[in-house]
Structures are given as C-alpha cells and as structure tokens.
C-alpha cells in the first residue's frame, strides 16, 4: 500500500543539526521571525507559553513536541502571553549563557522552564512545495513514543558524551517524522497529516498516491471516499487546507520535478508518468506553478549538481 505521509517525508529529506538549549526564569519573552525555516521545540521541563501567528497562544508543557514545518513569526515566553510588539526581538547576549544553555528572563537560580529548540533543514529543493502539503503547526502531547523519544533527545542534550551532536541530529529526525505521523491526540492544524486521520479522506489521499497518472476527478474521488460530490469537496478542503485538486497537482508538481531532477525520463515521459496526455499541456502547467519551462528546470539543477 503507497503510504502519502512517507512519500512526502521521503522527498522532504528532513535533517535536525541546528538546535540549542533554552532556559527561562521569571518574566521573559522573546520574538522570532525566521520565516520558511522549519522550526521544532521540545519542552525538557517545566512550561512556557507559545503564540504562533495566525493561532491562538498554547501552553507548553513537560514532554510536548511542537513543529512547524514553515516557520511563521512566533513569540515564546512564561506563561503569560506577551504581545508580540512588547517581545524581546534581539537575541541574546553572551551575558546570557548559562551552563550551555541560553538563559532568558532572571539570570540566577533554578529555571522554571527548560527546552531544546532548532531549525530543521529539509534538503530538497522542493521544500515550499512539499511543505504546502503539510500542517502549519503540529503541536503533540501524550503520545508515548513521541515521550520516550523526548525523553531521550533531554538525556542527550545534557551530557557531553562523544557523538553527542550526531546522536541529537538523528533524535531529531526521527522526532519530526514520528510527530508528522502522530495524530491521535495531535492539535495539527489542515493538511495532510490531518487528511490522513480521516478515514475516508485517507482512502482518497491514498489513491491519488497510488495512481497520479490517472485522470481524476472529484465526483470520482468523492467515491473512492464513499461520500457526495459536495461533502467531499468541503470535508476535503476543510481537512487538508487546499482542495482536493490543487492538491493532486501540487503532488504532480513534486514528483515532476523529482523526476526530472533525476533525469528519470524526458519531458515527454514525466508528463505522462504525472497524469498529463500531452508534453505541451505538461510544459504549460509545470511552468505556471514552478515558474519555468520543464526542459529549463532539468538543465539548470543539472548545472547546479555540477557547480
């Protein structure tokens, strides 16, 4: 069975090697803005409040896993929520290191919160395109596995034992795929993972996967999930966060490109493998969503694997 979640994440190629140690104490807030960067933050202990643009402000608390797969503007503080125009926006000063750990809010004494926080790196030069198809924020708390490896990425974050940084990148990535993967008890907002956990939806999803060559419709995919045309067009949309053919072409796109940037077939063979019955309605297409003609795109990723 083609499993839509791996595919994506397989294509994504996500890495884990930048992150830090975060403590805070008293009254404290700072403001990031480090937009398109994946960012991911795990709470070691204690708590500390999270106000993501765009979503209501969330208390984090010991053993939460929090993802964004597209960093938008977000403020992190104590427990009180602080308006982003009042957050501290420059980072901290040397002043504020601590043990290894970067210290906001009073620096002496026990923290009341402690946490790891990071960009991700996804190597693929599809990442936007791919990320699209993800939720804007994962936030996962409960879920047994995503604590044992929570407990494991805080063990290793603070002993100096050799390989310390190589063991906390692929923690990381296991972390991130295993929470993308987590939705039972997951406040994830629209997007494929959310699709997934609808069962009807994910027969849908699954059978876009499974055959993207095939013409598809709504009124036919509205059948594979066993529901109206309607009510699956806004259970869809509602779900996923895009409709259900903007979401087939926004897999076709990924896989074109990967195609091509293997050289696994000329434009005339990935438009067919893609679903489409012609290499000009291909080249028209792939062009209006990348932004160049398909053969353009081939020649210039193979130049840059070349540089």
Known sequence: MVDPLAEVVTLLRPGAPFSKIVSGAGHWSVRRTEYGQPFFCVILEGSSCLAVDGHEPMVLQ?????????AQGFTMSDVAPVAPDRADRSPPSETCLLRGEIRHGTQSGPPDVRFLVGHCVLGSPDAALLVSLLPQLVHVRGEKRLSTLVQLVGEESRQLRPARDVILARLLEVLFIE???STAGTAASPGLVRGLADVRLAVAIRRM????????????????????RSAFFERFSRTVGVAPMEYLLAWRMAMAKNLLRRKLGGVAEVAERVGYSSASTFNVAFTRHVGLPPARYAREQMELERA
């Open 209 to 228: 996967h499974e055959s993207p060559a095939k013409p598809w419709t709504v009124v036919q995919l509205a059948k594979e999930a066993a529901l109206s």
């Open 179 to 181: 929470a993308l993967r």
């Open 62 to 70: 010991e053993g939460d896993f929090v993802l964004i797969p597209s």
